[in-house]
T-cell receptor, first 111, second 113 residues
């Protein structure tokens, strides 16, 4: 059965800290991995990773995929209170086209 | 360019009742997927509609059904509501059944009492 696992499940840091969120997956005919930020309701898209070893960056956020070891990480540097949210990782299978989500990591950034 | 719109935003129902949730996809998208997100959990795939047909289905009972209309909008129906159906229901639209360009709506918060 296809599975996505995120760790840690929750994290509390202080402003300015750097955090690393982990996502491992076991998905048949894996196609891509996506990261979303969910603050209140709608998950908002952060990154889509398809190729191994190519880092994607957006401001203080970056992410990379390792297709050999079947995992991805999301890094956030110089965290701010506005980064407090649930971070969701999801894998897409070429077979089904559906998103398989992990449980999410709840990040709280304290002032 | 309108994104994905869902209605209603909040809903309170009694056990045993039926509910219909609605979703309008982003312009240019033809596939609609529905997800259930319980508190503290990641979204769980319910089903996916493309060309007015259910193409994929997750591990949800037959009480959960859906429909897609010719304009690509979609409805999610849940019959015989249980307390455990209380959750945030998210609709995501994409282009073709391969899931390119997933965009989520803001969801419908369903509370069953």
């Amino acid at each position: 059965e296809d599975k996505v696992v995120q760790s840690p499940l929750s994290l509390v840091v202080h402003e300015g800290d750097t955090v690393t969120l982990n996502c491992s997956y076991e998905v048949t005919n894996f196609r891509s991995l996506l990261w979303y930020k969910q603050e209140k309701k709608a998950p908002t898209f952060l990154f889509m990773l398809t190729s191994s070893g190519i880092e994607k960056k957006s401001g203080r956020l970056s992410s990379i995929l390792d297709k050999k070891e079947l995992f991805s990480i999301l890094n956030i540097t110089a965290t701010q209170t506005g980064d407090s949210a649930i971070y969701l990782c999801a894998a897409i299978s070429s077979n089904t086209g559906k998103l398989i989500f992990g449980q999410g990591t709840t990040l709280q950034v304290k002032p | 360019d309108a994104g994905v719109t869902q209605s209603p935003t909040h809903l309170i129902k009694t056990r045993g009742q039926q509910v219909t949730l609605r979703c309008s996809p982003k312009s240019g998208h033809d596939t609609v997927s529905w997800y259930q997100q319980a508190l503290g959990q990641g979204p769980q795939f319910i089903f996916q509609y493309y060309e007015e047909e259910e193409r994929q289905r997750g591990n949800f009972p037959d009480r959960f059904s859906g429909h897609q209309f010719p304009n690509y909008s979609s409805e999610l129906n849940v019959n015989a509501l249980l307390l455990g159906d209380s959750a945030l229901y998210l609709c995501a639209s994409s282009f073709t059944a391969t899931g390119v360009g997933y965009t989520f709506g803001s969801g419908t918060r369903l509370t069953v009492v």
